[in-house]
């Protein structure tokens, strides 16, 4: 009995020592007919109360393995509270020089998780709006199914 109380204790320790990232948005938008237009636009809504601590801000992707180019150009926007803006540009690669995926591969399914932003402190408290827009050159890309977002509070280390 005692053997048995311990091995659940360490196996809960192990599992709480694993975690890396306290996920405080996680939301993914199906893309209709998996295929992403230029002319569509991605918005994800989440209200941000803390503006003490640090924050890392992914886009999250979900593509067939038919998808025909090995990266993704994507035009992001962030509104914040104040009717200011932010504007990048960011090129997320999907595959290596050899052709592998880089993504975690499941089937026919590979998912990425992005890093668009590390360690920032959002400025002001309130309603933030992620909007993305693929900004490639074929003006409509097949086989892309999901596009998300998710931002975490990186958990310190001891």
Not at 52 to 67: A, C, G, K, M, V
Not at 133 to 150: P, S
Request: charged fraction near 25%; hydrophobic fraction near 40%.
């Amino acid at each position: 009995m005692r053997l048995n109380f311990f091995i659940a204790i360490g196996i809960l320790s192990l599992f709480v020592s694993c975690k890396d990232e306290d996920i405080l948005f996680n939301e993914y938008i199906e893309i209709s007919n998996s295929q992403l237009s230029y002319l569509d636009t991605i918005v994800f809504q989440t209200n941000i109360l803390d503006t003490s601590n640090t924050h890392n801000i992914f886009l999250q992707l979900r593509t067939s393995t038919d998808y025909k180019w090995s990266n993704m150009f994507v035009f992001s926007e962030i509104n914040f509270p104040n009717s200011k803006t932010r504007t990048d540009t960011f090129e997320i690669i999907l595959m290596d020089k050899k052709g592998h995926w880089k993504g975690n591969k499941s089937g026919i399914m590979v998912n990425y998780n992005y890093s668009l932003y590390k360690n920032i402190k959002f400025p002001i408290k309130g309603k933030y709006k992620f909007r993305f827009v693929q900004a490639m050159r074929d003006t409509v890309l097949k086989e892309v199914k999901n596009l998300g977002l998710k931002i975490t509070k990186p958990i310190k280390k001891l």
